[in-house]
T-cell receptor, first 114, second 113 residues
């Protein structure tokens, strides 16, 4: 049962344009959502997060939007840069889960072309 | 240490052999997590430690998998009688407290031949 899904395995955009990465979840107990970025041969690194009490969180070029009714979140990167090329993982946690462990999606490979 | 350290970075082993993967979390981080990423898959939760105890082992795929943590620090993930389907990148993460803000290590790429 895949509770967090990223339906697009890959996305390609031009430098300077907006990148939009999408994520859907099924578990209504999830109350905290995160995005991680992963370069080859490295571990994932935290990018941005959002609590379920908000619908938007912004950090520089990165903005995460949360639509609780649709159980959908998205990550917007604008403007996109070649260094943003990486695999992006969406993750979610529920306060009630032991350790508040994170459930990850399958990842989306973003390629930003110069 | 400054980050989460995992060793070895790569491991090739023969089917049926046992392997041990090591994780050195960030000093002072009480929560430690093991995940694995198989080819083309997302990160799959294996086990969570709070201190030296493991309140959640629900992700361990079989009884061939075990993990321990000593001194509230280093953790070892052991896979006995490895199978080809165990081939994956095994990632360790630590956190200052339960919940958010994981810091991941670079992982151990395990290949079972």
């Amino acid at each position: 049962d895949q509770q967090v899904k990223q339906n697009s395995p890959s996305l390609s955009v031009q430098e300077g344009r907006i990148s939009i990465l999408n994520c859907d979840y099924t578990n209504s107990m999830f109350d905290y959502f995160l995005w991680y970025k992963k370069y080859p041969a490295e571990g994932p690194t935290f990018l941005i997060s959002i609590s379920s009490i908000k619908d938007k969180n912004e950090d520089g070029r990165f903005t995460v939007f949360l639509n609780k009714s649709a159980k959908h979140l998205s990550l917007h990167i604008v403007p996109s840069q070649p260094g943003d090329s990486a695999v992006y993982f969406c993750a979610a946690s529920a306060r009630e889960t032991s350790g508040s462990r994170l459930t990850f999606g399958e990842g989306t490979q973003l390629t930003v072309n110069p | 240490g400054a980050g989460v350290s995992q060793s070895p970075s790569n491991k090739v082993t023969e089917k049926g052999k046992d392997v041990e993967l090591r994780c050195d979390p960030i000093s002072g981080h009480t929560a430690l997590y093991w995940y694995r990423q198989s080819l083309g898959q997302g990160l799959e939760f294996l086990i969570y430690f709070q201190g030296n105890s493991a309140p959640d082992k629900s992700g361990l795929p079989s009884d061939r998998f075990s993990a321990e943590r000593t001194g509230g620090s280093v953790s070892t993930l052991t896979i006995q009688r490895t199978q080809q389907e165990d081939s994956a990148v095994y990632l360790c993460a630590s956190s200052l407290q339960r919940g958010h803000g994981y810091t991941f290590g670079s992982g151990t790429r395990l290949t079972v031949v």
